[in-house]
T-cell receptor, first 112, second 116 residues
Framework: DQQVKQNSPSLSVQEGRISILNCDYTNSMFDYFLWYKKYPAEGPTFLISISSIKDKNEDGRFTVFLNKSAKHLSLHIVPSQPGDSAVYFCAAFSSGTYKYIFGTGTRLKVLA | DTGVSQDPRHKITKRGQNVTFRCDPISEHNRLYWYRQTLGQGPEFLTYFQNEAQLEKSRLLSDRFSAERPKGSFSTLEIQRTEQGDSAMYLC??????????????FGPGTRLTVL
């Protein structure tokens, strides 16, 4: 049972445009959500997070939106840059279990 | 402190051999996690520690796998009698946790295991 889903395995965006990466979850016990960026042969790098008591968190070019009623979160990258090309994972955390559950990732390619 | 470190970065072994990996978390972090990642998948939870206590172990983890965090600082993950299906990237991550802590989790670079 996949509790965290990233239904788009890949996404291509033109440089300077907006990238929108989506993530859905099923367990309402998740109360914290994170996005990671991963380059090949490296560990995931933390990007941005959001608590379930908020619906938006912004950090520079990165904004995460959370829609609790839809159990959906998204990561917006504006403007997209070629260096943003990587695999992006969303993760959901439960303060009841202290566990993080990851999606399968979306490969973003930003075209110059 | 520069972040989570893992050693070795790469390990090639023959089937049936034992291997041990080490993880050094961010120094003030009390939670330490081990994950396994295979191609096309996200990190899969294996086990985690709160200080030196191992609080949960995934059903994915067979009896051939054991993890320790003896002094609440670094951790080791041992795989006995390795099998080809154990080939994967093994990731370690740490977080501060606690009532006043953050749930942000930071990863090490991983150990790539290849079992021949």
């Amino acid at each position: 049972d996949q509790q965290v889903k990233q239904n788009s395995p890949s996404l291509s965006v033109q440089e300077g445009r907006i990238s929108i990466l989506n993530c859905d979850y099923t367990n309402s016990m998740f109360d914290y959500f994170l996005w990671y960026k991963k380059y090949p042969a490296e560990g995931p790098t933390f990007l941005i997070s959001i608590s379930s008591i908020k619906d938006k968190n912004e950090d520079g070019r990165f904004t995460v939106f959370l829609n609790k009623s839809a159990k959906h979160l998204s990561l917006h990258i504006v403007p997209s840059q070629p260096g943003d090309s990587a695999v992006y994972f969303c993760a959901a955390f439960s303060s009841g279990t202290y566990k993080y559950i990851f999606g399968t990732g979306t490969r973003l390619k930003v075209l110059a | 402190d520069t972040g989570v470190s893992q050693d070795p970065r790469h390990k090639i072994t023959k089937r049936g051999q034992n291997v041990t990996f080490r993880c050094d978390p961010i120094s003030e972090h009390n939670r330490l996690y081990w994950y396994r990642q295979t191609l096309g998948q996200g990190p899969e939870f294996l086990t985690y520690f709160q200080n030196e206590a191992q609080l949960e172990k995934s059903r994915l983890l067979s009896d051939r796998f054991s993890a320790e965090r003896p002094k609440g600082s670094f951790s080791t993950l041992e795989i006995q009698r390795t099998e080809q299906g154990d080939s994967a990237m093994y990731l370690c991550a740490s977080s501060l946790g606690g009532l006043a802590g953050s749930n942000e989790q930071f990863f090490g670079p991983g150990t790539r295991l290849t079992v021949l």
